[in-house]
């Protein structure tokens, strides 16, 4: 029997906000496409899958009701701990296109298993010989990137900082010495209620010449990159509000 594919599809990096951006004008008509037809999915949250399907739905009719689709959540402590260190085992996840049914991987924002879950579907896929097209979509990091200014022939993705202050601010330093001893530039995240936490201990840590760059809202119409010195940032503070997604890049 024939396989089915494994399409990675990105979502629209509006999750979580109040005002969300036309989606055929962040996404791809392909992409909705592709999206519209696959009959079995796997995912973060299906309540959040189901809503951007309705999405899909508005530009691209469904190839099958909704409720009849089958959408399978990755387990919690997947999204707890991440699944990139290969301890859990996604094949159960993958019957359907084992079976000869195209399937769907799609995370709540962004493109699936970059700065989210997946990459267990995904090299689980290519173990058991299946094909893997990842679909054009929004990418927050890539985005922020471009935006900022900072290197873009050397960079790195260091994920979420630790929550309690010592050990953020240990790890602000880090990657800080990082950042002006080679170059590369340091991209991270946070979740939004945390925004606000986040730049202020970005300010009282970094060094006054090290350049910061936020990047808020991308892709809506709110979208905005400030990119400048620490010591410009401490002149006119500021940064994203408490619900809205940010990355975060320091570099020299």
Known sequence: MTKGKLYLVPAPLDFGCDVQAPLQDVMPLATIQVAARLPCWICENAKSTRAYLKRVNDIQPLAQPLQSLHIQELPREVHKKGDHTGNFDARPLLIAA???RDM?????????AIADPGSSVVRAAHDLGMQVIPLTGPMSLMLALAASGLNGQNFAFAGYLPQDAAGRTQRIRELESLALKTGQTQLFIETP???????QALLQTLQANTRLSISSGLTLDSAHTRSTTVREWKKSPGGPDN??????ALGR
């Open 98 to 100: 084992m079976e000869g």
């Open 104 to 112: 769907g991987l799609v995370s709540e924002a962004g493109m699936p």
């Open 193 to 199: 209620y945390r925004n606000a936490a986040l730049v």
């Open 243 to 248: 619900s809205t997604p940010a990355v975060y």
